[in-house]
């Protein structure tokens, strides 16, 4: 069974904060994506990566980074959290070609004060 | 544009047939994917259309139809855990190779007894 795991499941951190979201995959994949979800908004695209040390701009990547050290591992950084950026997060990830389907992790519900 | 669009809630009765649609104008298409989402909970696989015609998968059956920018998920013989959002989701031409996925908002079904 494919597992994506993430660092937490609910998070509170204060306006201006530095943030770290960590996602943990262990099915070599090659593939690895950022989502926040949104009432009404449905899932968008934060930031996404098909390889190592490789990263792209998703639709909505104002206000995030993200870190791809090591294939297994995603990490997405909010610099300065503000009240906006409370959200579902969720990391998926997938094998290279397009008949392949995401597979999700749980999710962290962040909140910001 | 990229515009995907579902209802935003339908209700149904348990062992009934019900059809959730999804209509989609996106910049190329790669494929079309189903997910399944329950509160709280991360989204699951259901299906993949990339062809014209109707995927069958033991009471969940998906539509595709291309020319028509458009995509149907049938679930038969409603149990009570069918309650959930269903996600629509079309893998565009952006984003690397394979191509991004671009999510609908998600239609929300209760399974009423």
């Known amino acids: 069974d494919v597992k994506v795991t993430q660092s937490s499941r609910y998070l509170v951190k204060r306006t201006g904060e530095k943030v770290f979201l960590e996602c943990v995959q262990d099915?070599?994949?090659?593939?690895m994506f950022w989502y926040r979800q949104d009432p009404g908004l449905g899932l968008r695209l934060i930031y996404f990566?098909?390889?190592?040390?490789?990263?792209e701009k998703g639709d909505i990547p104002e206000g995030y980074s993200v870190s791809r050290e090591k294939k297994e591992r995603f990490s997405l950084i909010l610099e300065s959290a503000s009240t906006n950026q409370t959200s579902m997060y969720l990391c998926?990830?997938?094998?290279?070609?397009?008949?392949?389907?995401?597979?999700f992790g749980p999710g962290t519900r962040l909140t910001v004060l | 544009g990229q515009n995907i669009d579902q209802p935003t809630e339908m209700t149904a009765t348990e062992g009934a047939i019900v059809q959730i649609n999804c209509t989609y104008q996106?910049?190329?298409?790669?494929?079309l994917f189903w997910y399944q989402q329950h509160a709280g909970e991360a989204p699951t696989f259901l299906s993949y259309?990339?062809?014209?015609g109707l995927e069958e998968k033991g009471r969940f059956s998906s539509f595709l139809s291309r020319s028509k920018g458009y995509s149907y998920l049938l679930l038969k013989e409603l149990q009570m855990k069918d309650s959930a959002s269903y996600l629509c989701?079309?893998?565009?031409?952006?984003?690397?190779?394979?191509?991004?996925?671009?999510f609908g908002k998600g239609t929300k079904l209760s399974v009423k007894p």
């Open positions: 989701a079309v893998r565009s031409n952006y984003g690397g190779s394979q191509g991004n996925l671009i």
């Open positions: 996106t910049s190329g298409f790669n494929g």
């Open positions: 998926a990830s997938s094998l290279g070609g397009a008949g392949n389907e995401q597979f």
């Open positions: 990566s098909y390889d190592v040390k490789m990263k």
């Open positions: 099915m070599d994949h090659e593939n």
């Open positions: 259309n990339v062809l014209d």
